[in-house]
């Protein structure tokens, strides 16, 4: 649920006043035309979510992950 608000929020304040981006591929492409300065602040956009992901799964294995004796 604060996933969805989250989403419905950027969709309907964010995009339309900033032009955020909230899809990957499309920043991306956008960064490749826009040149150097974009494709600069672009390695967050990607890096950001792989170490979320990382840590995620760390922490599910490490403290809520039940053990098979």
Do not use: D, K
């Not at 600069?40 to 992950?65: D, H, K, M, N, T």
């Amino acid at each position: 649920m604060p996933i969805g608000l989250s989403l419905t929020l950027i969709h309907l304040i964010s995009i339309p006043v900033t032009n955020t981006s909230v899809n990957p591929a499309r920043s991306t492409g956008v960064a490749v035309w826009a040149g150097a300065e974009a494709m600069g602040q672009l390695w967050l956009f990607w890096l950001a979510p792989i170490v979320g992901a990382l840590l995620a799964g760390w922490v599910y294995r490490a403290l809520l992950e039940e053990r098979s004796a």
